[in-house]
């Protein structure tokens, strides 16, 4: 079983930057496939930005290809959301979430493939 806990959301201005972060506990965090979602008020959860065990296979939902970038350092237990030019609708709350092993090389984003879930942190970009 593995605990998740995001940190790094914030306000700021639309063009703005944050970096969210996704501390994994457990000893087996690299044999785990990592996911970004987000949930907007009155919207449902939304895949953002996903990467495999390894690292080398990302996948990001459209609305945020080329401003987004999913990485991972698994010697930390971490995995990270770099966001850049961030717009309005791009506030939510955005959970980490873990897909358990064993897991093929992909980068998932479903939500009903993913096992565990954090808390969630609340990212607000201001017009």
């Known amino acids: 079983q593995v605990q998740l806990a995001e940190s790094g959301g914030g306000l700021v201005q639309a063009g703005g930057s944050l970096r969210l972060s996704c501390a994994a506990s457990?000893?087996?965090?690299?044999?785990?496939?990592m996911g970004w979602f987000r949930q907007a008020p009155g919207k449902e959860r939304e895949f953002v930005a996903a990467?495999?065990?390894?690292?080398?296979?990302?996948r990001y939902a459209a609305s945020v290809q080329g401003r987004f970038t999913i990485s991972r350092d698994n010697a930390k237990n971490t995995v990270y959301l770099q966001m850049h030019s961030l717009k309005p609708e791009d506030t939510a709350v955005y959970y980490c979430?873990?897909?358990?092993?064993?897991?093929?090389?992909?980068?998932?984003?479903?939500?009903?493939?993913?096992?565990?879930w954090g808390q969630g942190t609340q990212v607000t970009v201001s017009s």
């Open positions: 979430a873990a897909k358990g092993p064993p897991v093929g090389s992909n980068a998932y984003y479903r939500i009903n493939e993913y096992d565990y």
């Open positions: 990467i495999s065990w390894g690292g080398g296979i990302l």
């Open positions: 457990g000893r087996t965090f690299s044999s785990y496939a």
